[in-house]
């Protein structure tokens, strides 16, 4: 939006409003994909799209008073939530298009290469949403009708175009990092353990002489301990982490 505007920071932040307030048509949009009877779906369409704008003018409001930013919010929370419609409603019409007659010759003419585009352009958003693939992927292998080359054909257009779209970014990260990386990590550095211990000023300690590569190493494989013996405190923050975002 920034280079759309001609570099205008007020002009962006007017095209990323519009923007945002596309987030209850498509909440209305996945409804009435959803819902068999068309009237049932166009009121339960306006119930859905009534709690997302009301999400929206509540999440700007009350962000400070959970410790988080209203700009971050702006920026990158509710941005997310559009993008994460967007994908549901692509995958929902391309689960539904998939039942039908036409054969799938390349995987480049499966309607699932248009999700895999929508998907990665959610994953340059927030690089969490890659952790949904793998339901993609099941919804594709547990359709009926297709046979199972036009299912291994659509898994191809589906990574493909995730690949395709995502290649800038990581070629980009390659050069001026070193890694492919879709995010700076250090951004969000010891958040996990922070939260999980309870502390909010937790902070690793490093032994002497331990070098940088030595320390992620460490930090690393103590994550993995403490995932494998407290599990359920593991997933219940996962699964409470997910919550709160959608």
Request: hydrophobic share 50%; proline share 4%; with cysteine.
């Amino acid at each position: 939006f920034f280079r759309l505007s001609g570099n205008d920071f007020i002009r962006s932040i007017d095209f990323l409003t519009g923007f945002l307030a596309l987030i209850p048509a498509l909440g209305f949009l996945m409804t009435v994909q959803l819902t068999p009877k068309r009237r049932m779906g166009f009121f339960a369409g306006v119930f859905v799209a009534a709690l997302l704008l009301f999400r929206e003018w509540k999440t700007l409001y009350m962000a400070p008073h959970f410790g988080v930013s209203s700009s971050k919010m702006f920026l990158s929370d509710l941005p997310m939530l559009w993008m994460f419609l967007a994908v549901l409603n692509s995958a929902i019409w391309a689960y539904r298009k998939s039942g039908s007659s036409v054969s799938i010759r390349s995987p480049f003419t499966s309607h699932w290469t248009i999700v895999g585009a929508v998907f990665a352009l959610a994953a340059l958003v927030r690089s969490q949403v890659l952790v949904i693939l793998p339901v993609l992927m099941l919804a594709i292998l547990l359709r009926r009708k297709p046979e199972n080359r036009a299912k291994i054909l659509t898994w191809i257009g589906l990574c493909g175009a995730i690949v395709l779209v995502l290649a800038p970014a990581l070629i980009r990260s390659r050069v001026i990092t070193g890694t492919f990386a879709l995010e700076d990590t250090s951004i969000h550095g010891f958040e996990l353990p922070r939260r999980l211990s309870g502390n909010p000023n937790y902070e690793p300690t490093r032994i002497a002489g331990e070098s940088d590569e030595e320390f992620v190493d460490r930090m690393s494989a103590e994550l993995i301990r403490f995932a494998v013996s407290r599990s359920l405190e593991t997933a219940s923050f996962i699964l409470n982490h997910w919550t709160k975002a959608l």
